[in-house]
């Protein structure tokens, strides 16, 4: 098995609304990763769990939450959101948090902020 | 800090034709890895291929080859015999070998590759 899988794969959302992003993988990774996307542009790093502890923290507004719950799953919790975070929102996991692995990511959860 | 630059926002090619994407990294490390990546419309992300720094000899995939040159920074992706499921945005990817930036890609801006049959 290796898929990352992300619920749901799309989302609409008002900004006083609180929602979740989910992310699940059963290769035994231990490096998970939440990236933003915009249309036609590369992904940006958001956050890196490193063996379900946060490793990096790209300076993200604190209406975007994310949680470890164990080495499997990954989540993102939205609060509060504002127009500009609409976006596609990618999961990645690979081995460890290593420059050498390969990064494998879910399909993305679209999101769009009213 | 490192950049990645890809300077082709879109590409076409002839199915079964070969195309060369390109793809320039400015780094003041010596030792790090590059990667392109493959991106279909509405699927998800794979890694296409992957170099070392460190290994003089380019990476091959099956279709898919680099031409890796350190001094240039430099690392194209040579595509063979091109088929309609090479459709896709590819990103162009860089990553240090240590540091405190360890593990952490530094993509490109992608390039748009059309297949026309």
């Known amino acids: 098995d290796t898929e990352v899988t992300q619920t749901p794969k799309h989302l609409v959302m008002g900004m006083t609304n609180k929602k979740s992003l989910k992310c699940e993988q059963h290769?035994?990774?231990?490096?998970m990763y939440w990236y933003k996307q915009k249309a036609k542009k590369p992904p940006e790093l958001m956050f890196v769990?490193?063996?379900?502890?946060?490793?990096i923290n790209e300076s993200v507004p604190s209406r975007f939450s994310p949680e470890c719950p164990n080495s499997s799953l990954l989540n993102l919790h939205l609060h509060a959101l504002q127009p500009e975070d609409s976006a596609l929102y990618l999961c990645?996991?690979?081995?460890?948090?290593?420059?050498?692995?390969?990064?494998?990511f879910g399909e993305g959860s679209r999101l769009t902020v009213l | 800090a490192q950049t990645v630059t890809q300077s082709q926002p879109e590409m076409s090619v002839q199915e079964a034709e070969t195309v060369t994407l390109s793809c320039t990294y400015d780094?003041?490390?010596?030792?790090?890895?590059l990667f392109w990546y493959k991106q279909p419309p509405s699927r998800q992300m794979i890694l296409v291929i992957r170099?070392?720094?460190?290994?003089?000899q380019n990476a091959t995939e099956n279709r898919f080859s680099v031409n890796f040159q350190k001094a240039a920074k430099s690392f194209s992706l040579k595509i063979s015999d091109s088929q309609l499921g090479d459709a896709a945005m590819y990103f162009c990817?860089?990553?240090?070998?240590?540091?405190?930036?360890?593990?952490?890609?530094?993509f490109g801006q992608g390039t748009i590759l059309t297949v026309h049959p």
């Open positions: 990817a860089y990553s240090n070998a240590g540091g405190t930036s360890y593990g952490k890609l530094t």
């Open positions: 290769m035994g990774h231990r490096a």
């Open positions: 780094t003041s490390e010596s030792d790090y890895y």
């Open positions: 990645a996991s690979s081995q460890t948090f290593s420059n050498t692995g390969e990064l494998f």
């Open positions: 170099q070392e720094a460190y290994k003089q």
């Open positions: 769990y490193s063996y379900e502890k946060l490793s």
